[in-house]
């Protein structure tokens, strides 16, 4: 039986112990975010150029580009480092530079999956198929709770993205107000509450409900099955979303949220976003967001859009083929399998994988 004095780390993990290491951090060791990022150099720069042009010449399609077909010699090192930083140190990544403004969208994307190809295999992120998404107001209606909340203005609560171990973001061009990125610590989250409220992290680490906001596999329920605090050979991994949780309970046959189960949300909530846990910041035309969706949290600001200023960001969602083990109940969100390296994404029947220049 685990005692409150415990503490254990990533590869050894006790459940329910307070876990020590660089992926429980808080704000507190990060006062400064750009002594964090990588800069990308001129010579870099340089490179990628030259990785742009001889991608987009060589006539392959975009998803069938791999690392063969380019060379960026003193830029792939910083990349590699800032994805094991991702999986296995502080759980995030932050990188500026990526010249976007001079860039026509083609070689945009071309960047951007040069850069992607470093941290994993891209997943799908939607019943479309895509493998890069498009992060930008199109007009779907927030109030609709089925409506995937990245196609609109409105502010997108704390979450992971589940069905992906990486989630990374290039800013292309910002808001006229608003959009703040936040990201927070899953791990020190777990602490928290741990020290808080002990009887919560059990109810957290119990049955949960995900609705699949009707983009369901075939064969498969328009709802699953999966904890919020996840231990695992020698692991904690988090997912968490509790807009998808209330969704859940549309289905006669998910059992009701308990008072319990909304203690839980609403400490959970207030952990993440406070000052002492999360992490802020506009990001910047050219900046780069890489993040682990099993030990932190993000959120999105809402925002305002005008003519001369829209926000738009490009995503991906990425499986690198040498990442934690899961347990099995995250096959349900991995797209049926828990894998390192062949899990992740939304596999919908008939949606051929597919990189789209805009939004849809």
């Not at 989630?167 to 509450?193: D, P, Q, R, T, Y």
């Not at 952990?271 to 050219?286: I, T, Y």
């Not at 919908?348 to 220049?357: H, L």
């Amino acid at each position: 039986m685990a005692t409150e004095s415990q503490t254990s780390r990533q590869g050894s993990v006790v459940p329910f112990t307070r876990i020590e290491g660089p992926d429980a951090w808080t704000a507190a060791d990060y006062p400064v975010l750009e002594e964090a990022m990588l800069h990308l150099t001129p010579e870099h720069v340089s490179e990628l150029d030259a990785a742009v042009e001889s991608v987009l010449a060589s006539g392959k399609r975009l998803q069938d580009v791999d690392p063969s077909d380019f060379s960026l010699p003193s830029l792939s090192g910083p990349l590699l480092e800032a994805g094991q930083q991702a999986q296995f140190g502080r759980g995030w990544a932050l990188i500026r530079g990526v010249p976007v403004w001079r860039y026509s969208r083609q070689q945009q994307l071309a960047a951007y999956w040069i850069l992607g190809l470093h941290w994993g295999r891209a997943v799908p992120q939607n019943a479309k198929g895509h493998l890069i998404g498009h992060i930008k107001d199109i007009g779907h209606d927030p109030k609709n709770p089925l409506t995937r909340l990245y196609a609109t203005n409105a502010a997108q609560p704390w979450h992971n993205d589940g069905p992906a171990d990486l989630v990374s973001l290039l800013c292309l061009s910002n808001a006229e107000e608003g959009g703040e990125s936040g990201w927070s610590s899953s791990v020190s989250v777990h602490n928290e509450i741990l020290a808080r409220a002990p009887h919560l992290a059990r109810v957290l680490a119990g049955p949960w409900f995900f609705d699949r906001k009707n983009e369901v596999p075939e064969g498969k329920k328009p709802f699953f099955e999966i904890p919020v605090f996840n231990y695992h050979r020698g692991y904690l991994s988090v997912n968490y979303s509790d807009n998808y949780y209330h969704l859940s309970q549309r289905h006669p046959e998910v059992p009701k949220l308990g008072p319990q189960h909304h203690e839980a949300m609403r400490l959970f909530n207030e952990l993440a976003s406070g000052p002492e846990l999360s992490l802020r910041m506009v990001l910047q035309p050219g900046d780069v967001q890489l993040l682990s969706n099993h030990t932190c949290l993000h959120y999105r600001g809402a925002f305002t859009d005008s003519p001369a200023h829209t926000r738009h960001l490009l995503r991906l969602w990425l499986s690198p083929p040498g990442d934690r083990p899961l347990p099995e109940c995250y096959a349900d969100i991995m797209a049926g399998s828990t894998v390192p390296g062949k899990r992740g994404g939304i596999i919908i029947q008939g949606a051929a994988p597919n990189i789209p220049a805009e939004a849809e």
